[in-house]
């Protein structure tokens, strides 16, 4: 990972210096452990300031749109799925951004971490597949493969799809038997069971939507849940409320989501959003071989109109 | 001022009997996190955890709560007037609570009891709550307590403040209400006065010592809000920001809602929900006008409150109790305390 | 849609979808008569209605 960082601040010097771009988006440290924030740099000097590690979870195609002049964007490969999907759905130019593309081991799963201390974690460290966790009673050394995140664990799209430049040597794809076991595992339970399952997922949800901001899908001007005339969905505690919100918002991501994990791991409930987004991920696939942003040339499936699409479902 | 000690083996069975008076709340364990709840028969308040992911506020301030009704059938002759639902008043008490979220409470009031207006939802339910607190003897490293007016023992808003003593618990009885409650219980075993002080200011600076973490305030009054508001550093500080309302659900200090109105058939309510300076909707005129359109404008709003507007205003120092909550819930760790900071040294070039 | 909602288990026989021409009265007619024997069925829908109090 240090050379994969070297690498970014050179790169993102000279486009600054040479002034390719008027500013890099990338991460930097956070000021807890196991935190990286996002960050813009605008002047050469502060390259120093970017960081790359197992804790930068979110996803940078957030924040890409509406930016003037061209910029630049370090991508994971799921990142780059999503910066796809915005050329495609036309919310950025390819022109317009310059992605400095990293291959990607996967990013941790922070929550599951966490839950192995009983008190706050002080120190953190990542040396090559190890991960070192400090809190002020114990220390723990853990290997990094077991602790990623579910979609990490299950991603075949590790290398950046789209790319001007690598900050890194590209990393061996997994090649995952079964790609979708959660989703299996809910639809296996009868009707009733799944629908618990639902409820007791989302029962500490706050709506504070940070779900729906982390994710770089969800750019409407104004989102169905706040719309105010008309409304279309109660604002409050309300389990349907919260429900509908979910529902819709995942419905919204059909054929477009790239499983990045950016809503879950915004969560500050740890709720397990894509839950709602792969049942459609899987459907996806499953009738149009459909993965989203892994193509800049084909419409998503919910945009285009074959023949032979699937249309069992209507009388 | 009074202190009783309490064996930690006689602690179930005196909760258990204060709740022939009281409805109690407090911290409970949940697959997410620990959540400030109503406790449910032989449910007892997690004392062992530092802090909750959702803070006390939600005991006088439900982040909905319906405060109206009225029916829309205009056969009936009150049709459309609104009246205000039926408040239960019976006592309740949070016990288990941290010092810092019993400061909060105290600045809440500020704002939801004033000599001009009473908003009757909160005070009536804050006069029927009594605050137990306990005391935090290991502070973790995200709380900054005790430079944001609080601290790990400190007494303000609490009604006992309690002491945990690995077998038993000491409580330093702060109000008549505290005493009620004690005695509710059945905890009514005296102590030395001076020897329980001694005591407390022992843990007390003991535990204050483990606070690691600070912030600094002390130039923000003398800057001019515009000089602050104005400053450079805004984009800079907004830009990481997704306007989730992670940050003020979870500080105990937000007071913000919204209403909202709900009707099926012949019968509507009024709600009240908790609200963000986050969202765009939060400042949006019916024009359609926003006055505060764009993220910068809001992430620097929430600060500017807490940590200007607030201080001006009360001269109670900042809205902010250093509990770390928004520090570590936050997606994107903006961190009030390096905004804080960033705040404080700010000096303009002229 | 109506694999999600039956994922988030609400029956499938609830959801239905069809195009129906103005011109098509009858079969407007059949449709209408199967779903509502399929929904009758099924009984009340207990799932994503809000209760109001």
Redesign the interface.
């Given at each position: 990972m240090d050379t994969c960082i070297q690498k970014i601040r050179e790169i993102a010097f000279q486009l600054l210096d040479k002034k390719e771009v008027e500013k890099v988006i990338g991460f930097s440290n956070?000021?807890?452990p196991m935190?990286?924030?996002?960050?813009?740099i605008a002047s050469k000097q502060d390259t120093e300031k970017l960081v790359f590690n197992s804790t930068c979870g979110?996803n940078l195609a957030?924040?890409i749109r509406q930016q003037k002049g061209k910029i630049a964007v370090i991508a994971k490969g799921c990142d780059s799925r999503n910066i796809v999907t915005h050329i495609i759905e036309n919310q950025v130019k390819r022109d317009q951004v310059y992605i400095i593309g990293v291959p990607c081991n996967g990013m941790i799963n922070k929550s599951k971490i966490k839950s192995l201390f009983e008190?706050?974690i002080?120190k953190f460290e990542e040396d090559g597949d190890s991960l070192i966790i400090e809190s002020?009673s114990k220390k723990e050394k853990l290997k990094k493969n077991d602790y990623l995140r579910e979609n990490c664990r299950l991603c075949q799209h590790r290398n950046p799809v789209i790319y001007d430049v690598l900050a890194g040597d590209l990393v061996k794809e997994q090649i995952i038997d079964v790609p979708y076991p959660d989703v299996e595992k809910i639809a296996a339970l009868e009707a009733d069971a799944r629908w618990i399952h639902f409820q007791d997922l989302t029962k500490?949800c706050?709506?504070?939507?940070?779900c729906?901001?982390?994710c770089p899908l969800c750019y409407c001007p104004t989102c169905f849940v706040?719309e105010?005339g008309p409304q279309w969905v109660?604002?409050?505690?309300?389990k349907t409320d919260i429900n509908t919100f979910h529902f819709l918002r995942a419905f919204h991501c059909a054929g477009r989501c790239t499983d990045c994990g950016a809503c879950a791991?915004?969560?500050?409930?740890?709720?397990n959003v894509r839950d709602f987004t792969r049942k459609l991920n899987k459907d996806t696939f499953d009738m149009f071989g459909w993965e989203a942003g892994l193509d800049l040339t084909k419409r998503p499936p919910l945009d285009a109109y074959s023949p032979d699409d699937p249309n069992d479902f209507i009388k | 001022m009074k202190f009783i000690t309490i064996d930690k083996k006689n602690w179930a069975k005196g909760i258990e009997k204060s709740r022939e008076t009281y409805r109690l709340f407090g911290p409970v364990k949940?697959?997410?996190?620990v959540?400030i709840r109503t406790l449910e028969k032989d449910m007892l308040p997690d004392m062992t955890i530092?802090d909750s992911?959702?803070s006390v506020k939600s005991v006088l301030f439900?982040?909905?709560e319906?405060i109206l009704f009225t029916t829309l059938d205009e056969a009936k002759e009150d049709h459309h007037i609104m009246k205000r639902v039926e408040f239960d008043s019976s006592p309740r008490a949070v016990v288990g609570i941290r010092p810092y979220d019993a400061k909060a409470i105290e600045l809440v009031k500020m704002n939801f009891d004033t000599d001009d207006y009473r908003d009757p939802y909160w005070c009536d339910a804050y006069e029927a709550t009594t605050f137990v607190g306990v005391g935090i003897n290991?502070p973790?490293?995200?709380d900054f307590s005790t430079s944001a007016g609080t601290g790990p023992f400190s007494e303000s808003g609490l009604d006992v403040l309690m002491a945990d003593l690995d077998n038993a618990y000491l409580a330093k009885i702060l109000t008549g209400k505290g005493e009620a409650f004690m005695k509710s219980c059945g905890f009514e075993k005296n102590t030395d006065e001076k020897e329980s002080q001694a005591l407390f200011d022992i843990l007390r600076k003991e535990a204050e010592k483990n606070i690691s973490s600070h912030i600094d305030t002390g130039k923000l009054k003398g800057k001019t809000v515009l000089e602050l508001h104005e400053a450079p550093f805004w984009d800079?500080i907004a830009?990481?920001c997704?306007?989730?309302?992670?940050c003020t659900?979870?500080c105990p200090t937000c007071w913000c809602f919204?209403i909202?109105d709900?009707t099926?058939q012949k019968?509507a309510?009024r709600?009240r929900?908790w609200d963000?300076c986050m969202?765009?909707?939060f400042t949006k005129h019916a024009t359609g006008h926003n006055p505060r359109d764009s993220k910068t404008q809001r992430v620097r709003q929430r600060f500017m409150h807490k940590l200007k507007y607030f201080p001006d205003k009360y001269d109670k120092g900042i809205m902010c109790v250093g509990c770390g909550r928004c520090?570590?819930?936050c997606?994107?760790?903006?961190?009030i305390?390096?905004v804080c900071k960033i705040m404080n040294s700010y000096e303009k070039n002229n | 849609m109506g694999n999600l909602l039956e994922h988030m288990g609400i029956e499938r026989d609830r959801i239905h979808f069809s195009w129906i021409s103005s011109a098509e009265a009858t079969k407007f007619v059949d449709v209408v008569k199967e779903i509502s024997n399929k929904v009758r069925a099924l009984g009340p829908n207990k799932k994503l209605v809000?209760d109001?109090?």
């Open positions: 956070g000021t807890i935190a990286t924030s996002p960050i813009t979110l957030n924040y008190d706050e002080q002020s500490n706050i709506r504070c939507y940070a729906r901001n982390a706040d105010s109660g604002k409050g505690q309300d791991e915004a969560c500050p409930m740890d709720i | 949940d697959k997410n996190g959540f530092n992911i959702m439900p982040q909905t319906k290991k973790g490293p995200f800079d830009f990481a997704i306007n989730c309302g992670t659900f979870v919204d909202q709900e099926k019968s309510g709600f929900n963000t969202s765009p909707l520090v570590k819930s997606p994107v760790n903006i961190d305390r390096e | 809000k109001y109090n």
